[in-house]
């Protein structure tokens, strides 16, 4: 936890920081619709940034320039600091100074003419069907527990939700018969992602079953349940994931938003147009779904390679 003098003078307005701070997560949580997690990435880049400016001895927001920002650029450098970290970190502090600069707590906007690092082209991670398979049939449905979990992973891999959408399911946001799971995703927009016959038939043997046996004397509506049958945190379905997937011997690091790859990959594998797949996505813009194409093309690429007879020239005799 980064130290914080409990006072700042921020601006021209003396504030107390911890108040400002849970001030701007309302801001962003109610009127942004951010995800608990990501306002709790951006508190903590915020808090980074004012422990940066408390040790270089910057008593004031207001007095934060482009020289400033390029030695904290340096001192993010010197911690050997990823450039994805670096960029998400910047603009956490671009929301951060649009927010004072809309509450009148301070003018400047000292990463207006900053750029952040290019960041190195990733394709997104996703496993093979037989890694699949062996995940969602990791665990055994012997339990509450395993019941449940088999209908998470079954559900991630069916609907590809994001972890924070799955978390927030309730009773009512699932129909059966029609295999509908109803979604609010990011900026609050609804939508709704399909399901199969194993998903279906893993979340009806949980609800029916596990379910009930989890669940405390306080009812929820919160469709997956922790042990104490209080609703099961986005961390606990991460831990959850991430335990099945050393089960299954998948070597590389398997997340929920792995699975979420791994959906839109299939999907674009089997011959599902880009369009059909951005809705079930909830992704704003084609652009954040066009990335797939990619994976597909390389993936493509590889079994090209390695399959076709003349797919390299051969070695003279």
Known sequence: MHSVRTCRQVGRIETNVRELLEKYAKH???????????????LHDVRGFLDYLEEQKVGSLEKVDRRTMRGYLGWLHQRKYVRRSITRKLSALRSFYRYLARENLARAQPLSSLSAPKLEKRLPAFLGLEEV???????????PLESRDRAILETLYAAGLRVSE??????????????????WGKGSRERIALIGGPAASA?????????LKLMGKDETNALFLNRFGCRLSERGIQNMVRKYARKAGIDMRVFPHVMRHT??????????DLRSVQDLLGHARLSSTQVYTHVTRSQMRRNYLAAHPRSRERKEQ
């Open 28 to 42: 962003l949580e109610l009127e942004r619709s951010i995800s608990p997690l990501t306002v709790r990435n951006y």
């Open 133 to 143: 398979w062996r995940l969602l049939e990791a665990p055994q449905c012997s339990s």
């Open 166 to 183: 799955l978390a927030a399911l309730d009773l009512e946001d699932i129909s059966l018969d029609s295999r509908e799971i109803r979604v």
């Open 203 to 211: 979340l009806a043997d949980y609800m029916d079953r596990a379910r």
């Open 263 to 272: 959906f839109a990959t299939h999907l674009l594998d089997g011959g599902a």
